[in-house]
């Protein structure tokens, strides 16, 4: 049994016995915990150009994945969290900065923002988080999950314009918080510049 299985195994356990306190002594424990910080991926920086304004609206997530702690699943119903490590911020501020980064790096839209600066928009995306996380396999292995909804709407009369699902998965090579991470930014390289093109297209 690796590592993170074991890690797994005894934090999932210990979960199910204590409910939410196990994740109230986790966040509550002296030791600082690893930050971990993930990067934007343009898009194409080739193609239509727009003076349209885009706002990405803060992402909608479950209030598990509502969090910065790296998720752990090492069942269906089972839900942990890496005990050493965190992300750099919750995960839909996370993703809300990386979307609107990806979008502006491509330089094919004038104003790409949050909701709470910059001009009026034309065009508002939404995002739900459906997946951010390390899945248990029935073979013993693990792999990082990342399942996106994206809306477009027309943000004056709040018509939606287009929506699609974007997923992606990675094995896991070990159970390393460094190699974990890692195989969440090969996903979203995959993701980020999908999702950007994908947008910028419909605005």
Request: aromatic share 6%; glycine share 4%.
């Amino acid at each position: 049994m690796s590592n993170l299985t074991r890690r797994t195994a005894l934090l999932g356990t210990l979960f199910a016995l204590s409910g939410c306190s196990a994740i109230t002594s986790i966040n509550a424990a002296t030791k600082p915990l690893d930050t971990y910080d993930l990067r934007p991926a343009a898009g194409s920086t080739k193609g239509r150009r727009t003076s349209r304004t885009l706002l990405v609206a803060r992402p909608q997530a479950p209030a598990a994945l509502a969090t910065d702690r790296i998720m752990v699943k090492p069942d269906a119903a089972s839900i942990t969290y890496l005990p050493d490590a965190r992300w750099s911020d919750e995960i839909p501020a996370v993703v809300q900065s990386l979307l609107i980064r990806s979008i502006s790096e491509t330089g094919r839209v004038a104003y790409v923002g949050r909701s709470d600066a910059g001009p009026i928009p034309d065009k508002a995306l939404l995002v739900r988080i459906d997946a951010f996380e390390v899945n248990a396999l029935a073979d013993g292995t693990f792999e990082a999950q990342l399942d996106f909804d994206l809306t477009i709407i027309n943000d004056k009369d709040q018509r939606v314009v287009a929506s699609r699902r974007f997923s992606q998965s990675q094995p896991v090579a070990n159970d390393s918080a460094k190699a974990i991470v890692a195989v969440f930014q090969e996903a979203l390289n995959v993701l980020l510049p999908a999702m950007s093109d994908w947008a910028i297209e419909r605005i």
